[in-house]
T-cell receptor
Framework: DTAVSQTPKYLVTQMGNDKSIKCEQN?????MYWYKQDSKKFLKIMFS???????INETVPNRFSPKSPDKAHLNLHINSLELGDSAVYFC?????????FGSGTQLSVL | AQSVTQLDSQVPVFEEAPVELRCNYS??????LFWYVQYPNQGLQLLLK??????LVKGINGFEAEFNKSQTSFHLRKPSVHISDTAEYFC?????????????FGQGTELSVKP
């Protein structure tokens, strides 16, 4: 019954690898997001999709590529992982100004 | 450009004491203001939001916030805190509450409630 679910919860990988994080929402929302939370807990938006269409793309390296196969899913693929990519990544969906967050994916790049 | 400043990075307080977490914003357009709470190892949950109307907004868990346009503030208050209120609190601003609006978060305030 989880509203916004993302997998995996933890992801430990080596520098240079490619990895994906999956996100699904069962709330029927049209808009989904990816946020990055750094080690100082600062939250920054990365991407926003509305009805499978990219509408916000902040200054994120090209190594990060979101993909939305349908409006209930927004996956994040990261190529050539770097140490600085280590963070917690949150997926969210929104309705009426309220964001619903997933529980986060803690990515550790070694 | 919009921005949010949370004036205190950490706020320690004793149980049953009142608390205020301060938030100031800057925006050149209409603003919509939010407070979110993040419990350890969890995602964020909405506490309350100001979209329009009454400047005093009541949220969940006994929290409330007051929108002050002249002081560009949106401080969060609770008259009596519990141990379970220990968490990270984020103030946020958006220029739109419609689909696709971008939420700008403050740096967060760690509320630590001690017995």
């Amino acid at each position: 019954d989880t509203a916004v679910s993302q997998t995996p919860k933890y992801l430990v990988t080596q520098m240079g690898n490619d990895k994906s994080i999956k996100c699904e929402q069962n709330l029927g929302h049209d808009t989904m997001y990816w946020y990055k939370q750094d080690s100082k807990k600062f939250l920054k938006i990365m991407f926003s999709y509305n009805n499978k269409e990219l509408i916000i793309n902040e200054t994120v390296p090209n190594r990060f590529s979101p993909k939305s196969p349908d409006k209930a899913h927004l996956n994040l693929h990261i190529n050539s992982l770097e140490l600085g990519d280590s963070a917690v990544y949150f997926c969210a969906s929104s309705q009426g100004g309220k964001l619903f967050f997933g529980s986060g994916t803690q990515l550790s790049v070694l | 450009a919009q921005s949010v400043t949370q004036l205190d990075s950490q706020v320690p307080v004793f149980e049953e004491a009142p608390v205020e977490l301060r938030c100031n914003y800057s925006s050149s357009v209409s603003v919509y203001l939010f407070w979110y709470v993040q419990y350890p190892n969890q995602g964020l949950q909405l506490l309350l939001k100001y979209l329009s109307g009454s400047t005093l907004v009541k949220g969940i868990n006994g929290f409330e916030a007051e929108f002050n346009k002249s002081q560009t503030s949106f401080h969060l208050r609770k008259p009596s805190v519990h141990i379970s209120d220990t968490a990270e609190y984020f103030c946020a601003v958006s220029d739109s509450y419609n689909q696709g609006g971008k939420l700008i978060f403050g740096q967060g305030t760690e509320l630590s409630v001690k017995p």
